[in-house]
């Protein structure tokens, strides 16, 4: 699977949209995208996956670039709640996720 | 109410003692898994099983043991021969999907004293 590339840690101010990045330059054409996050001493939740086009879902929204080499993860009004380690999956499917150390998300009051 | 319980939240053992965690799911997923968490790492997987009566180990599977003799039911034994047992450890399933999306519980912190 991909490696994935996803700054350690990045903050927001509650009320305003949050952007995440994550960079997957070694994308093969079978791989997808996922993000999961993890709030402190909770077990991971998953969040959207996406192939090539862009995805929105209750939760959030995935951008993936054209060329495919990197993807956003949008959370459109971010609350206090959504404070978490997100992690940025690349994988085929069938395949097993492996967790990086993701990124660090506090959003601000 | 369906999804993945993990028993108990917190678990003690004494230093050379065998403990077995406790995964239960009702969403009759056919895979499931054994993740160990660190403090401030990701995710390790320990073990994995993708359907009754058969499992493979993971990427840090010493010290570690499973059964999986019912599809709901996938419990981990950490034995006295894994040198650091402390950590948080998390199960999860899998829907046989395209997509197959994991579904992870809440989690156990096992505390070795």
């Known amino acids: 699977d991909a490696k994935t590339t996803q700054p350690p840690s990045m903050d927001c101010a509650e009320g305003r949209a949050a952007n995440l990045p994550c960079n997957h330059s070694?994308?093969?054409?079978?791989?997808?995208v996922y993000w999961y996050r993890q709030i402190h001493s909770q077990g991971p939740q998953y969040i959207i996956h996406?192939?090539?086009n862009n995805e929105t879902n209750e939760m959030a929204s995935l951008i993936i670039t054209e060329d495919r080499k990197s993807s956003t993860l949008i959370l459109p009004h971010a609350t206090l709640r959504d404070t978490a380690v997100y992690y940025c999956?690349?994988?085929?499917?069938?395949?097993?996720?492996?967790f990086g150390e993701g990124t660090q998300l506090t959003v601000n009051p | 109410d369906g999804g993945i319980t993990q028993s108990p939240k917190y678990l003690f053992r004494k230093e050379g003692q065998n403990v077995t965690l406790s995964c239960e799911q009702n969403?009759?997923?056919?895979?499931m898994y054994w993740y160990r968490q660190d403090p401030g790492q990701g995710l390790r997987l320990i073990y994995y099983?993708?359907?009754?009566?058969?499992?493979q180990k993971g990427d840090i599977a010493e010290g570690y043991s499973v059964s999986r003799e019912k599809k709901e039911s996938f419990p981990l034994t950490v034995t006295s021969a894994q040198k650091n047992p402390t950590a948080f450890y998390l199960c999860?399933?899998?829907?046989?999907?395209?997509?197959?999306?994991?579904?992870f519980g809440p989690g156990t912190r096992l505390t070795v004293l």
């Open positions: 996406g192939l090539k």
């Open positions: 099983s993708q359907i009754v009566n058969d499992f």
């Open positions: 999956i690349v994988r085929v499917v069938g395949s097993r996720l492996t």
């Open positions: 969403l009759n997923h056919d895979a």
């Open positions: 999860a399933s899998q829907e046989a999907a395209v997509t197959d999306t994991q579904y």
């Open positions: 070694t994308i093969s054409g079978n791989e997808y």
